[in-house]
């Protein structure tokens, strides 16, 4: 998992809570290189779950929760990063068209260790969309809150679901916009 994901979770704890509070996760967490990451480093997607574990036992909040919350708040940190990825999409449902086969193909260019889940399109009307979302992480709530952090970002009101399927680490996820 890329750097930037931890640099922005350690910053979102620092924001949101306290400085003291992040170094706290940190260290309980045990991780390997004692929490200092670098935005362009590769780490184990294990060190994302150690801390997601002591999250959960400091805030009482579940994991679904947290990955949602994140989800949330990273989809602006990643746009504001990149926004040159985000030239032309109106709407949260066009950056959704546009993640297989243009989004993430431009993010693995910028980082060519990424490990990006896919988004394939299943079904597309003017306001909704249904896509077929695959990951070894099963990561589908980070999905849900990046979504709604992109909404967010562009100014629309969206509402999702998703549904497990029958093939292991795929899900459907449709998202309505109003
Ligand atoms: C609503 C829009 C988006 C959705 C639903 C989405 C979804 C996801 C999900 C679920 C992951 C976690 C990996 C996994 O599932 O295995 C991910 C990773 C990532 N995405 Fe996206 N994404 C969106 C937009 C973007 C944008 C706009 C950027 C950059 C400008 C971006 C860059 C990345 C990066 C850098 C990773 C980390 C890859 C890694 O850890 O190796 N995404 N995305």
């Known amino acids: 998992m890329l750097g930037i994901v931890f640099t922005t979770l350690v910053d979102m704890l620092e ?4 400085p003291e509070f992040a170094d706290e996760v940190l260290v309980e ?11 362009v480093g590769y780490y184990p997607f294990s060190e994302m779950e150690k801390i997601l574990t002591v999250l959960v ?4 909040q579940s ?8 989800g949330e708040h990273l989809f602006g940190v990643l746009a504001g990063a990149h926004a040159e990825v985000m030239t032309d999409k109106m709407t949260v449902l ?27 399109v299943l079904a597309r009307k003017e306001n909704v969309i249904e896509l077929e979302y ?9 999905a849900e809150g990046l979504i709604d952090g992109a909404a967010k970002y ?20 449709r998202v309505t916009m109003d």
């Open 63 to 70: 994991v679904d929760q947290l990955l949602y919350g994140f």
């Open 15 to 18: 924001e949101k809570i306290s």
């Open 29 to 39: 967490a045990n991780l390997q290189n004692d929490g200092a990451y670098t935005a």
């Open 134 to 142: 695959y990951s070894q992480r099963d990561l589908y709530k980070l």
């Open 154 to 173: 562009l100014g629309n009101t969206v509402t999702h679901e998703v549904t497990p399927t029958s093939t292991p680490h795929t899900y459907i996820i």
């Open 94 to 120: 066009e950056v959704l068209d546009s993640l297989d086969n243009d989004i993430h193909v431009q993010v693995r260019k910028l980082y060519p260790d990424a490990d990006l889940p896919s988004f394939k």
């Open 57 to 60: 036992n400091k805030t009482g």
